[in-house]
């Protein structure tokens, strides 16, 4: 008896020591501290540009519409071409218009002569009146019909303006030096007066450029139209929908006269030159605006340094004891491979800019030499 008590004694202490073995937790590794590279902020003076989104605009545009009816007979021009003010553009059969303006003119030919005899016939007539020798009743049918024929006259007149002018609108004429869309008729098309659209010409060189710039900025825009820089050192600089910069500088030509209500905008109109005619009407662009506190000094820091999240910009700071702490920046315009910190650092600072992809918020770091120092 007394020795089975012994083997139950010594069994139970053996799955105690055993459950005692496994509940003990396994010893965690330190985490190594992550290798990093630093940069220290430090104000820098920065040349940058504020960039808006913009459209091409031509300065002038007309719809050449039809402004009398009848058919296409003739088209004087190849689509797209640039065109000079006064140039030949469409015909309109003018056959019908030619007849009714030698008509109107005949009119007015038989007119003047019936004015011509009740003129003659009134003379005549107040003469024979001074002698008493016609009664006044006559005199004054002669003097009526004098009157009815000048009328006449007028009214034969305005025919053959009104007929020289359909006369005229049977030829369409470029309104302004400039390019010519694809025709929207063509040769026996016919059109109808004031409604067929038969095609456009905008002006090309130079072309207009707007951009919408919040209200808050009208101060600067009004102060840069009227004390424009100098053409070398042009504020205003195009960068065209693949990103290259546009070979021209532009300037402020005006401010819209009021502001959108429902964006908070005003419209400002510059003016590019466009000999080349690189730039098109519609075309969506970016227009680059010189900072005019250019001069001044900014915090800048690395971009690699910067970390996006959900739309929020961070940066990693180092501590005295080699942890980083996370930290929520402002950032303004990039220059270069920097960026202007508006908010969140200050000058003297150490921030990461190798390993960012490592670290969280209170991690240890090593560090090393930064990138090519």
Do not use: W
């Not at 915090?299 to 999240?309: D, F, G, H, R, S």
Request: one cysteine or more; proline letters at 3%.
């Amino acid at each position: 008896m007394k020795k089975n008590y012994i083997f139950f004694v010594a069994v139970a202490a053996g799955v105690a020591l055993a459950a005692c073995n496994q509940n003990k937790a396994p010893e965690q590794k330190a985490i190594p501290p992550v290798a990093v590279s630093v940069d220290t902020v430090a104000k820098e003076p920065a040349v940058y540009y504020d960039q808006y989104p913009a459209t091409v605009a031509a300065l002038n545009q007309v719809d050449l519409k039809a402004q009398v009816s009848g058919y296409i007979t003739g088209i004087y021009f190849k689509d797209g071409e640039h065109v000079r003010k006064g140039q030949k553009l469409y015909d309109i059969d003018r056959q019908t218009y030619q007849a009714s303006y030698d008509q109107a003119v005949a009119n007015l030919n038989v007119a003047k002569a019936a004015l011509d005899k009740a003129q003659q016939d009134a003379n005549r007539y107040n003469d024979l009146l001074k002698q008493d020798a016609i009664a006044r009743q006559v005199v004054d049918h002669a003097m009526a019909d004098l009157q009815s024929a000048k009328m006449q006259v007028a009214a034969a007149k305005a025919s053959v303006t009104r007929a020289q002018t359909d006369l005229q609108y049977s030829v369409i004429y470029a309104p302004f030096d400039g390019t010519i869309g694809i025709s929207l008729v063509k040769m026996g098309a016919l059109v109808t007066s004031n409604q067929t659209l038969l095609n456009t010409v905008s002006s090309d060189d130079p072309m207009a450029v707007d951009i919408a710039a919040d209200q808050k900025e009208i101060t600067r825009f009004t102060q840069l139209q009227q004390h424009p820089s100098p053409e070398k050192d042009s504020v205003f600089t195009l960068l065209l929908p693949d990103n290259s910069v546009y070979n021209q500088v532009g300037h402020i030509s005006l401010l819209d006269r009021a502001v959108d209500a429902q964006t908070g905008t005003i419209k400002v109109r510059l003016v590019f030159a466009n000999q080349n005619r690189f730039l098109k009407a519609g075309m969506s662009c970016n227009v680059r605006v010189k900072n005019n506190q250019s001069s001044e000094l900014f915090v800048l820091a690395p971009n690699k340094a910067v970390t996006e999240q959900m739309g929020e910009f961070f940066v990693f700071v180092l501590n005295d004891s080699n942890k980083v702490s996370q930290r929520k920046v402002l950032l303004g315009s990039h220059v270069n491979d920097k960026v202007i910190i508006k908010d969140g650092l200050k000058e003297g600072e150490k921030i990461i800019t190798e390993g960012v992809q490592k670290l969280k918020d209170g991690a240890a770091v090593q560090v090393g030499a930064p990138k090519g120092k």
